[in-house]
């Protein structure tokens, strides 16, 4: 007979309590203890899997294989960078997004791209009738997906079974819920309880299984972190709705980088791959306008030129706003600091506004030049030629360093037909400037940096 006791669980982080707390003693947060009813099984029931377990024994590290796996290939070029390489055997992916992002499109466009492998589609939102419909709108391609409706996750694992899928998408996690766990689907125990159990599928049978995830108001993905832990990989799938591009974002990988990101643009037959970012991110209409710069940036292994767009007014109120998007707020403070200390600017009694054109957020240093160059266009009210590209970080002391990559940082540059490139005056060696089309004005202080740009 199974046991029932309630136990408090902390929505953020995941820690038990046999009582109720105000403050979580694990992650810090106040008021996120949410009661729950679990049942404990018998010590001799086995758990809930889609398979027979092995009996594992300790082994050297020299008997195991470790042969390089051929990763799956998703026909989708933005999706296979971000994964690095390609979909590993045996991978358990979470992507998480807001609602309606277009997270469910983007897994169902690339089912469709797939007809070589038999996939199963398990939907615990929408019925068979809507994925349907939403397969007609995205391709004419016939294709042998399966689909169920289904939430009981004793359920999923007999039609696995049946089927014997070489690709699963559970769609989604927050939906699934197991018998063994007297608890509404959605709640922390039941999440972690059916996560940990795919994951041993996928681990056991080698076969790779998508998962789709929500994402509370706080932005994270709901489970709480502990799911994140679980799985293998997570994919944060961003963009604003107002927008027509989406960003789909590694956040952990075991298999590759997290540093890669995968653009997409989102049509009325579905998402289509930009392969060229850089010239959907610029404006082409900014001549003449002051407070735009133009960046150089990098993400993952790829470069984009970005619009770094900045407003300079007079505080109307006794305290300056400063305020910041896709930018961190406390690095545009410390470079309104080396403005005022080291350059002379008086900024301190005016209103400063920082944008990113195309609602990315980029952590690249390289854009410090940017940045600052978008900001003293605006203040003087001076524009910056338009055919002027820029990247350097800078330093508490006014002084530009040098960035990484500087080739790639330039070639993009100079492929969309800019005439002038500003970059720190160490990153000029070694680079052969002769089989260059762009003209290279190398800095050393932001006081040069000020004198090419403005005269």
Known sequence: MAKEKTVY????????????????????????????????????????????????????????????EPRINMHDDELNRVLGGGLVPGSLVLIGGEPGIGKSTLVMQTVLRMPERRILYISG?????????????????????????????????????????????????????????????????????CSASILRFAKETHTPVFLIGHINKEGSIAGPKVLEHIVDTVLQFEGDQHYMYRILRSIKNRFGSTAELGIYEMRQDGL?????????????????????????????????????????????????????TGFDIRRMNMLLAVLEKRVGFKLAQKDVFLNIAGGLKVNDPAIDLPVISAILSSNMDAAIEPEVCMAGEIGLSGEIRPVNRIEQRIGEAEKLGFKRFLLPKYNLQGIDTQKLKIELVPVRKVEEAFRALFG
């Not at 377990?53 to 042969?67: H, N, R, S, V, Y």
């Not at 996750?153 to 007297?182: G, M, R």
């Not at 850089?278 to 292994?301: K, P, R, Y």
């Open 125 to 193: 939102e929408e019925s068979a009738r809507q994925l349907k419909l939403r397969a007609d709108r995205l391709s004419d391609i016939s294709s042998d997906c399966l689909i169920v409706c289904e939430t009981s996750l004793e359920q999923i694992y007999v039609h696995i079974k049946n089927t014997s899928p070489d690709l699963v998408i559970i769609d989604s996690i927050q939906t699934i819920s197991t018998e063994n766990i007297e608890s509404s689907p959605g709640s922390i125990a039941q999440v972690r309880e």
């Open 272 to 324: 289509r791959q930009v392969s060229n970012p850089s010239e959907l991110l610029l404006s082409q209409d900014h001549e003449g306008m002051s407070g735009v710069a133009i960046a150089s940036a990098i993400e993952g292994v790829r470069p984009f030129l970005i619009e770094t767009q900045a407003l300079v007014s007079s505080a109307v109120y006794g305290n300056p706003q400063r305020s910041a």
């Open 9 to 68: 669980i902390c929505s953020n982080c995941g820690q038990e309590s046999p009582k109720w707390v105000g403050k979580c003693p694990s992650c810090g947060e106040w008021n996120t203890y949410v009661e729950e009813i679990v049942r404990k099984e018998p010590t001799n029931r086995r758990p809930v899997s889609g398979i027979e377990t092995q009996k594992a024994k300790p082994l050297t590290l020299g008997e195991i294989e470790a042969d390089d």
